[in-house]
């Protein structure tokens, strides 16, 4: 078969019949930004908890002030006097990543609540509509 893209020399394929051989024939679309405009893919009818909603900031709070902990921790270990050369470095480090991922958190909060509002009064307004 002369014309399958085995036989055609790299030389020899032309643009156009490279770009024939990349799409699928008959798919506009892509899948994945098909089922993105799904409604029925980001729309589901069961409220979710507040645990479920709410999980991700406190996830980011509780790792954010186990760092913040281990960092005061380890900070007062180098005002004591241990191990200067170790506690040197990674007290302040952790100090400052435990308390930038716990304000991470913090911010998250209003931030999920407000999306979560607006999410329902969207629904809402959906159901009133139809």
């Avoid at 991700?56 to 760092?67: A, K, R, V, Y």
Wanted: hydrophobic fraction near 35%.
């Amino acid at each position: 078969m002369p014309g399958s893209p085995e036989n055609i020399p790299l030389g020899e394929c032309t643009l156009s019949q490279s770009r024939d051989q990349l799409t699928p024939p008959s798919r506009t679309e892509s899948t994945v930004f098909s089922l993105s405009r799904s409604e029925s893919l980001w729309t589901n009818e069961t409220s979710r908890s507040k645990c479920e909603v709410f999980w991700f900031p406190i996830h980011l709070m509780s790792t954010g002030g186990s760092f913040l902990a281990c960092g005061i921790i380890i900070s007062g270990l180098y005002f004591a006097g241990h191990c200067r050369k170790v506690t040197n470095i990674l007290g302040p480090a952790l100090l400052s990543i435990g308390l930038m991922v716990f304000v991470v958190g913090v911010v998250l909060i209003p931030i999920t609540k407000e999306n979560r509002k607006r999410s329902n009064m969207k629904s809402n307004q959906k159901h009133n509509f139809k």
